[in-house]
C-alpha cells in the first residue's frame, strides 16, 4: 500500500503520523501553503483523507482529489466532515467510536468535580441530580460514573431508552429544570446547534452547573457568559469552545469555569487505539474488505 496517497489535513498525535508512514505515502496539508497548491501537484494522487475535529474535510477538499476514495476522521464526532458531499460522491466515511468513551466520560466527571471544588462556598457532588443530554455510547458512561456518586440520573436525546432505568425527559426544559448538574454528551447537528440556550440555562439556574465535553456550537456561549457574569448559572466546565481553538476572552477571565483545550480523548492509550481504528479502516477499504466503524451504510459496486 505504500504508493498509496493519503493526506492528513492538521498535525495530529505523532504515533497516528508515524503508522500512516509505514503504510501510505503520507501527505501533509499543513506543510503546503494551501490546500489549492497541494492540489495542484498532488491532486491525483490522493485515495484517502484523514480529517479530524481541528481541520475537517468540507466540499472544497473533497472535490480538490478526483481519485478520493475514503474519507476517515480521527474522532467520533464527524461533524467537520461534510457528509453530505461525501454520500454525492459515494465516498465512505469512518470514525473512531467506542475507543475513546471512557476517557471523556472521565474527563466529564473531572470537570465535574473540579469545577464544584472550585465554586465557594462549594458544593458536593454526590447526590446531585444529573442530567444528560444525548444518552449514546459517551452520555452512557458518564451515567454510570455519576450513579456511583449515589447521583439520581436523567437524559434527554431523540428517543427514550428501554434498557436503562434512567427518568427521560422528552423536553430539554424540563430535563435542565430537574438537574443540579447538566452535561452535554450528545452528536453536533443542524438540531443540536445551541440545544443549550438561554431558556435551558434559566431552567439549570443559579445553583447549577453546566458540562460540555460535546462540541462547543451546542452552547449558546454568550448566553453562557451572561448567564455566569451575572449569577443565573453557578458554573460551568468546558472541554469545547464555540470558535476553537480560540477561546473567548470573557470566558477566560471568569472564576467560576474550568477549562480544558479540547482534550477528552487526548491519553496515550486512546490516541494510539484512535490511530489504529483508522489504519484499520483505510487498510480494510484498500484490501476490499468490510469497513470496521462507517458511519453510514455503502453499498460497493
Ligand atoms: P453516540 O453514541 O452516537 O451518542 C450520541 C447521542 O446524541 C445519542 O444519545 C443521541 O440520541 C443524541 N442525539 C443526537 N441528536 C440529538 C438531538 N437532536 N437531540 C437530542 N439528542 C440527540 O456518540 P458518542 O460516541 O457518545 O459521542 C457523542 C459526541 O461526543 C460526539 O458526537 C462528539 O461530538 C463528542 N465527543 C467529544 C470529545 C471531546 O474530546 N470532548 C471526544 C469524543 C466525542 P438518540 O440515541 O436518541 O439518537
Redesign the pocket.
Known amino acids: 500500500m505504500e504508493s498509496i496517497g493519503v493526506l492528513m489535513t492538521c498535525p495530529m498525535h505523532t504515533y497516528i503520523e508515524q503508522q500512516l508512514a509505514k503504510r501510505f505515502n503520507l501527505f501533509k496539508l499543513w506543510h503546503y501553503p494551501s490546500l489549492s497548491a497541494f492540489a495542484k501537484t498532488h491532486a491525483t494522487a490522493i485515495r484517502a483523507v484523514v480529517g479530524s475535529p481541528k481541520v475537517g474535510v468540507d466540499a472544497a477538499t473533497i472535490d480538490s482529489f478526483p481519485n478520493l476514495e475514503i474519507v476517515a476522521t480521527y ?3 464527524y ?1 467537520s466532515i461534510d457528509i453530505q458531499r461525501c454520500r454525492e460522491k459515494s465516498i465512505p466515511v469512518t470514525n473512531t ?1 467506542n475507543v ?2 471512557d476517557d ?1 466520560a472521565d ?1 466529564a466527571i473531572g470537570l465535574a468535580l473540579t469545577l464544584l471544588h472550585k465554586i465557594s462556598p462549594s458544593p458536593k457532588l454526590s447526590g446531585k441530580a444529573v442530567g444528560i ?7 452512557s458512561e458518564i451515567a454510570k460514573r455519576a450513579e456511583a456518586f449515589g447521583c439520581p440520573i436523567s437524559y ?4 427514550q ?1 428501554r434498557e436503562c432505568n434512567y427518568k427521560y425527559y422528552p423536553n430539554i426544559l424540563d430535563l435542565a429544570a430537574n438537574s443540579e448538574v447538566l452535561i452535554v ?5 443542524q ?2 446547534r445551541h ?1 443549550v440556550n438561554r431558556p435551558v440555562i434559566d431552567a439549570l439556574g443559579p445553583k447549577g452547573i453546566l458540562i460540555n ?3 462547543g456550537p451546542h452552547v449558546d456561549e454568550a448566553q453562557l457568559v451572561s448567564a455566569l457574569r451575572q449569577g443565573r448559572l453557578a458554573g460551568a466546565g468546558l ?2 469552545f464555540q470558535n476553537e481553538p480560540e477561546v473567548a476572552q470573557e470566558l477566560l477571565g471568569l472564576e467560576n469555569v474550568v477549562l480544558t483545550p ?5 491519553t496515550v492509550e486512546t490516541c494510539i487505539a484512535m490511530a489504529d481504528l483508522v489504519i484499520a479502516n483505510l487498510e480494510a477499504h484498500f484490501l476490499g474488505n468490510p469497513l470496521l466503524t462507517p458511519v453510514y451504510p455503502l453499498l460497493r459496486s
Open positions: 474522532s467520533v464526532g461533524d467510536p475513546l468513551t471523556v474527563l443530554i444525548g444518552l449514546g455510547r459517551i452520555g434527554h436525546s431523540r428517543s431508552k454528551a450528545c452528536t453536533l447537528s438540531e443540536t440545544i465535553i460535546g462540541r472541554d469545547v479540547h482534550v477528552g480523548s487526548d
